[in-house]
Every structure is written in structure tokens, then in C-alpha cells.
């Protein structure tokens, strides 16, 4: 958005300083003068020195069993996790699985109860395909930049 940006930072956006200037959960990736990847979950070739807001994936723990983290989750979901909304919500490369309804099993590859809320859960298509997404690709606007939410 710009070096010393005048609101609250989304996804992928930047240039933070400290978490503080990213919105809800998301953090500040900070990124050293040698490091030129871009954050987690974000596509795109960063700007040099600049740093980045991301969303922090869920904790992982190693299991394919249904695991219902949150309803609205503040963090990006793993395999098997869940609610998810859209794809959007999962780490990169899973998908969201829609659970049709409470008799439904969930997600290939996963096990255990959905739940009888119908919960939705990342999971692996296993298309072997790449999912792009453009909401992910980094973002440096302008500096008068039309951002909804302000300090």
C-alpha cells in the first residue's frame, strides 16, 4: 500500500511495521533485506524491504480426523479442519468440502464425525492441478490507497 500506510492492512498487503498494522489476526511477516519470498499463502514478487500482513495457518496437528477449530476461524485451516466458508479458507492447495447434510461423512481422506451442525472442512482434491487465486498475489497501491478501514 505504501511505506508508512494511513490504514489497516488485509491480506497480502503492505508495508507493516508490526502486527498492529495488519487487521483482526493477521500478521506482520517480517522479512529481512536478503529473504525475497513472499509470506505465507500470498503469491507474487514482494517489494525489496517492504513487509507483509498474512493470515497464520491453524496448528497442525498431523491427523486426518475431523477437527472443528471455529466457526468464523482467525486462522487459515488445515486438512481435516474446520468451518470452513470457501476455499479462501484453507491453505493453499485444499479446497473446501461443502457437507450436504448431517448424514453426510465429510471429506475424502479425512475421518471421524462431521457433527451434526454439517460443519465444512478443508480437504485435498487431489486433481493435481494448482489453484490460483488473485485475491492472493501481493498488493502495493498507490499512497492515497482506497482502503475501508482506517487508523
Do not use: M
Not at 497480502?12 to 489476526?25: A, H, L, P
Amino acid at each position: 500500500i505504501a511505506e508508512n500506510p494511513s490504514c489497516i492492512l488485509q491480506n497480502c498487503q503492505g508495508d507493516c511495521d508490526t502486527d498492529d498494522d495488519c487487521r483482526d489476526q493477521l500478521q506482520c511477516f517480517q522479512r529481512s533485506d536478503t529473504n525475497d519470498i513472499a509470506p505465507p499463502g500470498c503469491t507474487g514478487n514482494p517489494k525489496s524491504n517492504w513487509d507483509y500482513c498474512f493470515k497464520v495457518a491453524c496448528d497442525d496437528y498431523g491427523s486426518d480426523y475431523l477437527e472443528q477449530v471455529d466457526i468464523e476461524p482467525a486462522c487459515l485451516l488445515r486438512e481435516c479442519q474446520g468451518d470452513c466458508d470457501t476455499d479462501d479458507d484453507c491453505v493453499n492447495g485444499l479446497s473446501c468440502y461443502h457437507c450436504t447434510n448431517d448424514a453426510d461423512l465429510g471429506p475424502p481422506g479425512c475421518s471421524g464425525d462431521p457433527g451434526s451442525r454439517a460443519w465444512d472442512y478443508c480437504y485435498e482434491k487431489n486433481d493435481g492441478g494448482c489453484i490460483d487465486k488473485d485475491e492472493d498475489h501481493l498488493v502495493e497501491v498507490g499512497v492515497s490507497p482506497p482502503c475501508a478501514l482506517h487508523k
